[in-house]
């Protein structure tokens, strides 16, 4: 009979009584919100937790209750007797405290990233998981767990985050579920969406307006190219972190099959996003070409000492034998 | 003991044979998709169904399937045994045609509008569901149907539709319930999103570039406004379904609490969506004020013999007491 990872897992939580929680660097909504959760669960069991953080958390995610409680100052770490790092695909994305981090035993794992790099003593990954907040809805569940409504909050903000409020291709029927399940907690969807994704500031919309007024269209429409010199963000009082989604506008056009922002940041580099649909447009190959990577739908790379007209030129030079072939 | 409405909706279908399936003029993917499902639905049981609708399907909304057999000219009336009409809160909103429809016996309305306007013969309202399209999934559950892909491709569309995927107050546990099911009938969330979501037109683009250019926000930017006047449409070659749903925009920027657009038809009528956000502020008052009718959350109204500019004029008046007090 084999165990369950799971189960091995909340063994380990169980026996432990001081818990250190950790995600992966630059955490996203799936990263904090399982911690934050989980954190939750812990202490709900009674045990001592330690939430930690190479960075503080982000104004976007500072709505996530018990948020606040994210500590970047490393606490002694021979205290513990149980580590925990959630949603993190390597163990380079603990961040620069990684190898004293490693030294708390157990060192639990429980990510759904495809392509995990193995690192702990116990493991739980499940790339079929849209979330890793699902996982710890499911370990809570095992460990007999009352979700309170801030746990409940918090994982279903993962979930979204990490679905696209459950739009990505990754979305089970199990999503589905969960999520039913957190809103019997009381979780109200429009209330936790609100605050993840109707934060748009004014400014940002100008600086979309002005990009999106760049639009060229090429090969029939099916190649669309969209740029943002610098005085772009100048003049809106932007900074390049605002322009992060406009690629999934020239994306989302019916003719379009690869699409390409070009973003000139302050210091003169100019850094491209590319992304394509189905399965005929390889964009990484492309990056790969310039030095860059990603995936097979959402690639990029940057390029020094040029500008955005030169690097349109040499980008049509690989992108239009491509899309026309 | 009192039956269910429901039930006397299975009734009445059960014993039909040819049935007429409308829904609401202006059809949305809550309207399109609960109409083509239930007749799929209804003919896998062995009925006659004919779809009815006074327009053609809209570019957007041809990739359901069945949508091609929605016919635009009426059918002799006196054949059907029983007429349904699909999210249509209003009998006004069945068309030009309607007195002829309502000749139809028994006249089934199946509508989770608030603020319903009752008319036909059996009524199902059930204004806490989130989309029609749940409530043909319940009815059809009730009939005893096995659903087709194709069935379940369309409600999912209409769910999706009509909660913004699952971003809307109006979601609830029962939604997700609803969705988890339809996924297990090979439904995938990322292709129909997809469809609804990344299927703009670059003709589209162009005209949102222009409605985006008319912003305007009062009240320390809690109020935002945004207007398609007839010669944008012109203009771009587009029509008044293209601008469905750049409302999202102004609803999506941090500050704003009501957002309005202001659409202006080649008749002359002005059309306007109004969206707020929270509990705070009830936007279907403010359209019945002006005719019209809606959700809390959004509503909308149209004025004839008028202009964008008197509209605009007319809403300040009762937008800004309510959005600054």
């Known amino acids: 009979m084999t165990i369950h990872p799971r189960d091995e897992i909340v063994r380990a939580l169980k026996s432990a009584n001081n818990v250190l929680l950790i995600t992966h660097i630059h955490p996203d909504g799936d990263a904090l919100g399982s911690q934050l959760a989980l954190g939750n669960i812990l202490r709900s069991l009674g045990k001592r937790v330690f939430l930690y953080g190479e960075e503080q958390v982000g104004h976007m995610y500072r709505f996530l209750p018990g948020s606040a409680e994210v500590d970047s100052s490393l606490p002694p770490l021979d205290g513990f007797d149980c580590g925990v790092a959630l949603d993190c695909g390597d163990s380079n994305r603990l961040g620069a405290n990684r190898d004293s981090l490693l030294t708390v035993h157990p060192f639990v794992v429980i990510d ?91 400014k940002r919309l100008s600086l979309m307006r002005l990009v999106l007024d760049t639009l060229q269209l090429f090969a029939e429409d099916r190649l669309a190219i969209i740029a943002a010199p610098q005085d772009f963000f100048v003049k809106t009082g932007t900074a390049q972190a605002d322009a992060e989604t406009f690629i999934n506008y020239p994306r989302s056009l019916d003719t379009v099959k690869i699409a390409a922002f070009l973003k000139e940041s302050e210091s003169g580099l100019v850094s491209v996003s590319l992304r394509s649909k189905g399965t005929a447009y390889d964009v990484a190959e492309v990056a790969a070409a310039f030095g860059g990577g990603g995936h097979r739908n959402a690639a990029g790379f940057k390029l020094g000492e040029t500008t955005i007209a030169e690097v349109r030129e040499k980008l049509l030079g690989e992108l239009l034998p491509l899309v026309t072939r």
């Open 112 to 202: 759904h990233h495809l392509g995990h790099q193995e690192f702990g003593d116990l493991r739980w990954i499940a790339p079929e998981r849209a979330s890793t907040g699902e996982m710890v809805y499911d370990l809570a569940q095992a460990l007999g767990a009352e979700l309170s409504l801030e746990a409940a909050y918090c994982l279903y903000a993962a979930i979204v985050s990490d679905t696209g409020s459950f739009k990505y291709s990754s979305t089970t029927a199990d999503t589905f579920r969960i999520a039913g399940e957190l809103l019997r907690k009381g979780v109200k969807p429009a209330e936790v969406c609100g605050k993840l994704f109707d934060n748009f500031t004014v």
